[in-house]
């Protein structure tokens, strides 16, 4: 009888209503496209996009806490604690006897912002610090997870952004404040499945990481706090960390403006005077590569310089032939010693190790400026120490570095001029990582006029240098993620005994772009020739 009284168009509305509780379940149902969050007494107990729950567990699990009093390491601390439940707030709080963490969740269209604050209560310093705030269920397995590497990062001179990608989706897990910390997803706990992981989140060391993972050096001082904030941004098929996290990337650069000038595109030739740690009694630093030269007379030093510019005549011309900016000399000082003490990287010592040299190198450097080419040197950011006896020496790591380069570097530039610097080992002596990007952000502003090509590199080294990469390593270009922040941005790409025929087409992409090539320019290698086309296309493709 209802529906006999209803007009056409109140039955038209009823019956599309009907359908759609047909479809949906539910007359209010609709499909997901925004984050939702669920609390139970223990932490979270949902976290839905799109109509999944990618919830794997919400307690916060904090698995280290290192406290130090002084020196001395504080034991038997508590990593249970309390837990406090605030669902209007969307908070969840672990109290301990040292202090407490509260984590805050903050949904938003596509992202979930978390937000972990570790308050010190204590007399002692929290030194490190890991937990694992949720833990996430993916619908399939993530693809870039090899069922061993954990997928981590860290804010160390970049944005910390880790995509995972599954089917039907990708999300992202992003972090940048501005200061040091390690994130990611350690590993799955469903292996081989590779659906369920950990959100990690650490400062200091956690042993069961691998040894090249970084020391994150963020203590937080007796009564004092810190917080560590990062998002997880959900994307359909074919999104990436680019564009889901492209403002992180773009707050990132504004950040950190790049400050490199260097409009000089054109290609650098490598030199090495010597080979590494040959024995030779009576040509110890191994120049030349001859075993023949002495240097322990007046006669054999005598050849060693006609040689020795000998080299240099021929290097110009091939660096001429190639159209050459200049050229970087690794080993002024000779090699002496095995790796990785063979390149040397301190000029100011080259006399006092290399004594044969002192009346050579000035002419040698002289050669180049005087056809016009650049010249430059490896320094390193260690000082070298020598045994007793002479027949060894190791690096050791300095408290300065940045004064120590610059020491190096301004002694060659006032000696020989030089302006391109090749710098060795740029790592930190506790975990091998990159070190800290200041350093070359001072170099840079201390030697307005000089170029400075570290050997290793994270992404804002590239504000402020142009890193050298290998082609036989897998490099042909500049990242493009790096280009789209540094539009300016370059990379040195040694592309000596790499597919240069492989890779062309990236390579001719890169020196278009501005990315410049290194090259062995003591002889005719075979592959300058094709550096030289590579040149030739990227500049008929402009």
């Known amino acids: ?44 107990n949902s976290l839905r996009y ?16 290192v406290l130090r009093h002084a020196h001395e390491i504080v034991n038997d601390v508590d990593t249970t604690g309390v837990i406090t439940i605030d669902p209007a707030k969307n908070t969840l709080t672990r109290d301990f006897p040292w202090g407490k963490i509260v984590v805050e969740y903050q949904p938003s269209g ?21 937990i694992q705030p949720l833990g996430l269920r993916f619908p399939s397995k993530i693809r870039e997870y090899d069922g061993t590497t954990p997928l981590l990062t860290n804010t160390l001179g970049q944005p910390a952004v880790i995509q995972a990608s599954y089917d039907g989706g990708v999300l992202v897990l992003a ?37 090249s993972t970084p020391t ?32 992180v990337y773009r707050d990132f650069a504004a950040e950190f403006p790049p400050t490199l000038v260097w409009p000089d595109r054109r290609p650098i030739g490598a030199l090495f005077l010597s080979t590494a740690a040959a024995g030779w009694p009576n040509n110890p630093r191994g120049w030349l590569q001859n075993g023949k030269l002495r ?23 091939n660096l001429k032939q190639m159209n050459a900016q200049g050229m970087i000399t690794w080993d002024i000082e000779g090699q002496q010693f095995p790796h990785a003490t063979s390149y040397i990287g301190d000029p100011r010592a080259f006399e006092t190790l290399a004594p044969e040299m ?37 690096q050791i790591p300095v408290d300065d570095v940045t004064a120590l380069l610059i020491d190096k570097a301004t002694y060659a530039k006032k000696r020989w001029g030089a302006t391109l610097f090749y710098v060795d080992s740029n790592v930190n002596p506790d975990d091998l990582n990159p070190m800290d990007a200041a350093v070359f952000k001072k170099l840079a502003a201390a030697f307005p006029d000089a170029l400075f090509l570290p050997e290793h590199s994270r992404m804002l080294y590239y504000a402020y240098t142009a890193p050298i990469q290998e082609l036989r390593q897998g490099h042909a270009l500049t990242d493009p993620l790096v280009r789209s922040l540094y539009p300016k941005a370059f990379t040195t790409i040694y592309t000596a005994d790499g597919p240069i025929d ?41």
């Open 295 to 317: 240097v322990d007379t007046e006669e054999g030093i005598d050849l060693l310089k006609a040689r020795i510019l000998e080299y240099a005549d021929g290097s110009i011309a």
């Open 1 to 44: 009888m209802y529906y006999q009284n209803l007009s056409s168009i109140q039955m038209s509305l009823l019956i599309l209503t009907l359908l759609l509780c047909d479809v949906t379940g539910s007359i209010t149902a609709k499909p997901q496209s925004e984050v939702s969050i669920g609390w139970d007494g223990k932490g979270l």
């Open 110 to 130: 596509n992202r979930l912002d978390g937000k972990v604050e570790v308050s010190n209560r204590s007399e002692n310093t929290i030194d490190e610090l890991w």
């Open 216 to 247: 994150i050096r963020r203590p937080i001082a007796p009564h004092a706090s810190d917080t560590y904030t990062f998002s997880l941004r959900f994307g359909d098929r074919g999104a990436s960390h680019a564009t889901l996290a492209s403002d």
């Open 502 to 542: 492989a890779r062309h087409a990236d390579l001719v992409s890169g020196v278009k772009q501005g990315d410049i090539l290194m090259f062995r320019a003591w002889f005719n290698d075979s592959g300058n020739q094709k550096d030289s086309e590579i040149y030739k296309e990227a500049q008929s493709a402009k």
């Open 175 to 211: 972090s940048h404040d501005g200061k040091p910390l390690q994130i990611g997803f350690p590993w799955s706990s469903d292996r081989p499945a590779a659906t369920q992981f950990p959100l990690s989140i650490n400062t200091g060391r956690v042993n069961m990481f691998p040894n």
């Open 358 to 394: 002192r009346g050579i190198a000035d002419d040698y450097f002289r050669r180049f400026r005087d056809a016009g080419l650049r010249v430059g040197v490896c320094i390193r950011p260690q000082k070298l120490v020598i045994s007793s006896d002479r027949t060894s020496a190791h």
């Open 50 to 65: 799109g109509g999944v729950d990618y919830l794997g567990f919400g307690d916060l699990q904090v698995n280290q806490v």
